[in-house]
């Protein structure tokens, strides 16, 4: 139905800026609430930023000034723009969505709302 394709991970070194991005794509009546996580080994999944449909942002306290999240409503596609990275961003990052459905048939037209992820990207930094 909707498919969540993050890109833009690699290796840096501290001080270092990367730049992620995911695209949306499918049945995509509108998207709501997106956002970034991430996993480092070991820890759990946790959110780094948020934005809503109508652009409000939220970070996690470790991330504050350095990252800066925001989408493309036209493309829809979200970006995270790290800057400053350290050793400890180290993580597999993944995006999510708050996704309206909507599935036309001869017969029917579906709509609902339902969260997605995608299938991560790696970003180790280097100390």
């Known amino acids: 139905q909707v498919q969540l394709v993050e890109s833009g991970g690699g290796l840096v070194q501290a001080g270092g800026s990367l730049r992620l991005s995911c695209a949306a794509s499918?049945?995509?009546?509108?998207?709501?609430?997106v956002g970034w996580y991430r996993q480092a080994p070991g820890n759990e999944r946790e959110l780094v930023a948020a934005i809503t449909s109508g652009g409000s942002t939220n970070y996690a306290d470790s991330v504050k000034g350095r990252f800066t999240i925001s989408r493309d409503n036209a493309k829809n596609t979200l970006y995270l723009q790290m800057n400053s990275l350290k050793p400890e961003d180290t993580a597999v990052y993944y995006c999510?969505?708050?996704?309206?459905?909507?599935?036309?048939?001869?017969?029917?037209?579906?709509?609902?709302?339902?969260?997605?992820w995608g299938q991560g990207t790696q970003v180790t930094v280097s100390s």
């Open positions: 499918g049945s995509i009546f509108s998207i709501n609430a």
């Open positions: 999510n969505a708050d996704v309206t459905v909507v599935i036309n048939t001869p017969a029917q037209r579906t709509v609902f709302r339902r969260d997605y």
